[in-house]
């Protein structure tokens, strides 16, 4: 057991009549990279947006159980989701932009939150924001350009950038590579892993190459159950169960 | 060998024949269409092109002080001055019926047309003046051509003894043909040479304007809300039902709306393009909310799931981020409601804009007219120069339409946005 940051306790998320999630226990250091795996449809994806509660967006999705980052109850009813995604970052599967400059993708948090004071605060804020996603050096000179001119990895950067610029607590991503080539998804890797000392992260990857690259814990869910959690390298190398093994192995999934 | 022509088999020559029909009847069916715009749009605009210029005969009138008294223009008698200078033309006529036919060849409406010359240029008084007048309609169309003289005298609008007069008058040099101001700068009349659309485009243009002002906000606030904010139940869906029941309700029924609720409960000025407006607006807002709805729609979900990770409220996303994606389409829906607005008669013709509307109105609260309406009450007229402004009047309203297309392209082009 590491000191847990993310604490999921006997967490089961129902869509309808359809249960999406049983009874996961899982806890989620702070300050390091954890990775959601397994097979389509296992819920990972819904674990994670049980944590910044983008499952409230679908009405039919019910919670049940206690979820906290650091032990604030996730779904007390005295929460305010606004206040919760402010310090819960999310970057998703495409990236996606705003259909606006640079410059104003990275600053939108940053109004909306009223955290900058004066124009050149804004644009401090800002480019911090870009440098600590690598991206500076692409678009320093190109911050009036649209968003979505930018490369499928550059636009990813700019999401990573864009959820930065708030100074989260947590990043959720949702397989944030899936979109990207292999030299893109190099880069975001190496970004992702320099984010580690400052952020408590969790990712959701199919590759499970990525997640042993990346991750310092993994764990593996599969159809709707938490089946294994664990050190990266000892999922990988020496995992407990054997539905793990089989699905590392390429067996199932 | 391999054969890759035609010939190798596959049934390839039917199939290549059964694409050739069906491309070739594709084909056939737009040049019918297309053949049947141009007919359309050809005869209106052969039939409505003359009203551009008219005949004006120039008439000498005595303009002395003993005529016209410099202090008191107002008391004098055009009407008599008219009669007199045409009589000086043609000292001749001596009957009664001729005397009559004879001053039937200027309007009706010279001798204020007299009056507004004297307006327009005081120094005409104080002797005798040669001024231009507009020909009435039956000269007009003699002078056009367009009365066949073929016909026994009894079944023509110009007698013999006109076309003498007017043979003499054109010897003298006292017609002319010039370009036809009546037609832009007026407002209806009982005598075609004389009346104008611009009373009827300015109600028209009022009555969009309140229009625009009523079911723009409205629809995209309504459209807005259902889309994005509504959540699904019950409820929601028999709104959704019921907007789009009222696309399709007939127009007149919000004529009858209007006239029963704006007119008769809450007392609105009968005729006003202030009541046509707001039935107008009745009738676009589904439309509008429609097409909203649908541009809505169409924006990528990315966008409000990326602006709600951040943190912003559900408004600030969809204002933010939504609207300004959305907004090219809902102005293009709207502009393709109000150019339906534009065309529509029925609703019109029950809360009283069916008018005779001479003055150009110069507010939403006074009697007006609109254009497809005018064109209805002069498709009506039985005087056959209505014929001609008639196709006029559709001409003007089609160049509106056709400006408001238009004008909903480009705003498109400008705003869309690519992702």
Redesign the interface.
Same mark, same amino acid.
């Given at each position: 057991m590491d000191k847990s940051y993310i604490s999921a306790k006997g967490v089961n998320v129902f869509y309808g009549d359809k249960q999406a999630l049983f009874d996961i226990d899982l806890n989620i250091g702070a300050k390091k990279v954890t990775a959601l795996i397994g097979p389509s449809g296992c819920g990972k994806s819904t674990f994670l947006r049980s944590i910044n509660r983008m499952n409230d967006l679908i009405p039919i999705c019910r919670f049940d159980g206690s979820l906290q980052i650091g032990g604030q109850e996730l779904y007390d009813p005295e929460v305010d989701v606004v206040a919760l995604r402010a310090q819960v970052g999310m970057v998703f599967q495409k990236p996606n932009p705003f259909p606006k400059s640079i410059f104003e993708n990275v600053a939108y948090g940053l109004k909306i939150h009223g955290l900058a004071s004066s124009k050149q605060e804004m644009q401090d804020r800002v480019e911090w924001s870009l440098k600590s996603a690598g991206l500076w050096g692409e678009v320093a000179d190109r911050l009036d350009e649209p968003g979505n001119s930018l490369s499928g990895g550059q636009q990813q950067r700019l999401c990573i950038a864009r959820t930065i610029a708030v100074q989260p607590k947590v990043i959720l991503m949702d397989e944030p590579c899936s979109a990207l080539d292999p030299i893109a998804t190099a880069v975001v890797e190496d970004l992702i892993d320099s984010l580690r000392k400052d952020y408590t992260i969790v990712i959701v990857t199919h590759s499970m190459q990525q997640a042993a690259r990346i991750s310092q814990r993994t764990a593996f869910f599969h159809l709707g159950k938490l089946i294994e959690v664990g050190n990266t390298k000892d999922v990988f190398t020496t995992p407990r169960e054997e539905q793990t093994q089989n699905y590392i192995t390429g067996r199932i999934g | 060998m391999i054969d890759f022509t035609k010939r190798a088999g596959f049934n390839l020559v039917g199939r290549h024949r059964a694409e050739h029909r069906f491309q070739w009847s594709g084909r056939f069916a737009i040049m019918t269409s297309l053949a049947f715009l141009a007919f359309m749009v050809g005869s209106i605009l052969i039939e409505g092109s003359g009203v551009v210029r008219q005949w004006q005969i120039a008439v000498t009138v005595d303009l002395g002080p003993e005529v016209v008294d410099p202090d008191d223009i107002d008391a004098a008698s055009f009407g008599r001055i008219l009669k007199t200078g045409l009589m000086g033309h043609f000292p001749d006529v001596q009957t009664r019926r001729e005397k009559k036919k004879l001053f039937n060849l200027v309007s009706p409406e010279g001798s204020f047309e007299i009056r507004e010359q004297i307006a327009a240029d005081p120094s005409l008084l104080g002797g005798r003046q040669t001024l231009w007048l507009t020909a009435s309609d039956d000269l007009d169309l003699y002078l056009r051509g367009k009365v066949d003289i073929n016909l026994p005298e009894k079944q023509r609008r110009i007698s013999n003894v006109e076309i003498e007069w007017i043979k003499d008058l054109k010897q003298a040099g006292q017609t002319r043909l010039v370009f036809n101001r009546n037609f832009f700068t007026n407002g209806d009349s009982r005598e075609p040479e004389i009346a104008g659309i611009l009373s009827a485009l300015v109600g028209s243009l009022f009555s969009l304007a309140v229009c625009f002002v009523l079911s723009f906000p409205i629809g995209i606030g309504a459209a807005v809300y259902l889309e994005e904010f509504a959540?699904?139940n019950w409820l929601t869906d028999l709104v959704e039902v019921n907007i789009n029941n009222l696309a399709a309700v007939p127009s007149i029924v919000f004529g009858l709306l209007g006239l029963s609720v704006l007119l008769g409960y809450m007392g609105l000025p009968r005729s006003s393009p202030l009541v046509g407006g707001m039935v107008l607006a009745l009738m676009t807002l589904p439309t509008i909310i429609i097409a909203a709805r649908a541009s809505l729609k169409s924006v990528?979900p990315?966008?409000k799931?990326? %602006?709600? %990770?951040?943190?912003?409220?559900p408004v600030?996303a969809v204002f933010?981020?939504i609207l300004?994606?959305a907004l090219p389409g809902m102005l293009t829906g709207t502009i393709v409601g109000m150019a339906q607005a534009l065309g529509e008669t029925a609703p019109l013709l029950m809360i009283g804009m069916v008018a005779f509307i001479v003055d150009v109105p110069q507010s939403v609260l006074e009697p007006a007219t609109a254009l497809p309406v005018q064109i209805f009450l002069w498709a009506d007229a039985p005087e056959r120069a209505f014929t001609e402004k008639t196709a006029a009047a559709i001409l003007v309203l089609l160049v509106f339409l056709v400006a408001m297309n238009l004008i909903a392209i480009l705003l498109r082009r400008k705003f869309e946005?690519?992702?």
């Open positions: - | 959540g699904s990528p990315s966008f799931e990326a %602006a709600l %990770a951040l943190g912003a409220t600030q933010h981020h300004p994606v946005q690519r992702f």
